[in-house]
C-alpha cells in the first residue's frame, strides 16, 4: 500500500437488487488494496443499499454511504460522490459491474504512468466470453461504437487512445477532472461520458483504453431499458437526443460549430422521415423532435455553457478530429438504425 496511490471507487445504485451483491463482493477481492468506496444511491426503492451496507460493514474496507433524496441521474450521481473522494484516482462503477482481481492495478499502473492520461477504461466482457467495443469514436451525427458485442478473439488485447470509454466503469485522475468540472450535471443520462472525454481532450490530455483490465457487465440497463416497456425507452431516445446535440453545441470550435449546425439539420430531418415512413416509427420521430424542441428553448443555457468549455480550450478541433474523427453519412445512419434492435436483442441473450 506504502507505494498504491489512495483510489475512490465511487458505486452509482438505483435499484440495484439482483446485481449489487455480485458488484461490491468482487470489488473487496480485487488486489489493489488501497482504496475506499462510496456508495452513492440514487432513491433505491428496494432493499440493495442495506445488502451493500452489510457486505461493506462485514468487510474491512473503508467505505462511505451516501443517500440521494431522489434520482438524480448518473452525472449528477457521481459528481455528487466525486465530492467525498479523497483518492488521487476516482472509479466510476455502475452497480451491474464485476470485477477481476487484477481490473484495478491494471488501470492505475497506466495513469501512473503518464501524466497526460486523464481516463482509462478496461475490457468490457459481457457473458463468458463476449466483449464490447474498446470505446465511442467521434461523428458528425453523434457518438457511435466501434463494433458491436463480439466473441473475444484478442482482437481488442493492445492498449489504445480512444475518444471516450463506453461509460461502464472508467477511472479518472482526479486533478484532470476537476479542471473540467467532473460531469455535466444537464446531462441526466446518456452521453455524459462522451462529453467528459471531450472536454478532457480540448485541454490535451490523453483517454485510453487497457485491455488488460477485465470488468464483467451485466448490461442490466439494456435488459431493463427493454423490459420496462415503450415509455422507458421513448425516455431514453429523448435524453440521448437532445444530449448529443447539446454536447456538439458546447465543445466544437465556432468553425465547425457552423457546420455542424447545417449538417446536422438536414441529416436529422432525413432521419425523422425515415422513421416516419420507412420504419413507422412515429413515436421515436415525435420523442425525437421534442428534443429539438429542448435545445430551442435552452439556447441561454447552452451558450452559458459553451463559453465555460471554450474559455478553457487548448487543443484545436483539427487534432482531436485527426486522432478520433469518422465521417457518417446519412446511408450509414439508416443502416445503424436497421441494426439497433438486433443488437440490443442480440446483447440480452448474451447477459441473460
Known amino acids: 500500500m506504502m507505494n498504491e496511490p489512495l483510489v475512490s471507487v465511487i458505486v452509482l445504485n438505483y435499484n440495484g437488487i439482483e446485481v449489487i451483491e455480485s458488484c461490491i463482493r468482487s470489488l473487496l477481492e480485487t488486489d489493489y488494496r488501497n482504496f475506499e468506496v462510496i456508495i452513492v444511491d440514487n432513491a433505491s426503492e428496494d432493499d440493495s443499499l442495506a445488502v451493500a451496507e452489510s457486505i461493506l460493514r462485514q468487510s474491512k474496507a473503508k467505505y462511505m454511504i451516501i443517500k440521494n433524496r431522489k434520482n438524480e441521474g448518473y452525472a449528477k450521481g457521481f459528481n455528487i460522490g466525486s465530492k467525498f473522494a479523497r483518492g488521487k484516482y476516482i472509479v466510476f462503477a455502475n452497480n451491474d459491474c464485476k470485477f477481476s482481481s487484477e481490473w484495478l492495478r491494471e488501470l492505475i499502473w497506466e495513469l501512473e504512468a503518464d501524466d497526460q492520461v486523464a481516463l482509462v477504461e478496461g475490457k468490457i466482457i459481457l457473458g463468458k466470453n463476449y466483449i464490447t467495443y474498446p470505446g465511442n ?46 460531469f455535466d450535471p444537464i446531462i441526466f443520462i ?112 447552452i451558450v452559458n455553457e459553451r463559453r465555460k468549455v471554450q474559455s478553457r480550450r487548448k487543443m484545436p478541433d483539427a487534432v482531436i478530429f485527426r486522432k478520433f474523427y469518422v465521417p457518417l453519412n446519412i446511408l450509414r445512419i439508416f443502416y445503424v438504425h436497421s441494426v439497433t434492435l438486433k443488437s440490443i436483442q442480440q446483447l440480452l441473450k448474451i447477459c441473460v
Open 137 to 182: 469514436r467521434l461523428t458528425t451525427f453523434g457518438f457511435y461504437p466501434y463494433g458491436f458485442p463480439e466473441l473475444d478473439k484478442g482482437q481488442w488485447d493492445h492498449i489504445d487512445e480512444i475518444f471516450s470509454p463506453i461509460g461502464v466503469c472508467p477511472v479518472g485522475r482526479r486533478s484532470a477532472l476537476e479542471q473540467v468540472g467532473y
Open 190 to 301: 446518456q452521453g455524459e461520458i462522451e462529453d467528459l472525454s471531450w472536454r478532457l481532450h480540448l485541454l490535451g490530455y490523453k483517454v485510453k483504453f487497457v485491455p488488460k483490465s477485465r470488468i464483467y457487465h451485466q448490461a442490466r440497463l439494456a435488459k431493463h431499458t427493454m423490459s420496462y416497456g415503450l415509455e422507458t425507452r421513448l425516455n431514453a431516445t429523448f435524453h440521448a437526443s437532445k444530449n448529443y446535440i447539446y454536447i456538439f453545441l458546447k465543445n466544437l470550435a465556432l468553425k465547425n460549430l457552423i457546420k455542424f449546425i447545417f449538417v446536422s439539420t438536414l441529416m436529422r430531418f432525413m432521419e425523422l422521415l425515415y422513421l416516419m415512413f420507412l420504419q413507422n416509427s412515429g413515436l421515436i420521430a415525435l420523442t425525437k423532435v421534442k428534443a429539438y424542441v429542448w435545445i430551442l428553448r435552452n439556447v441561454r443555457l
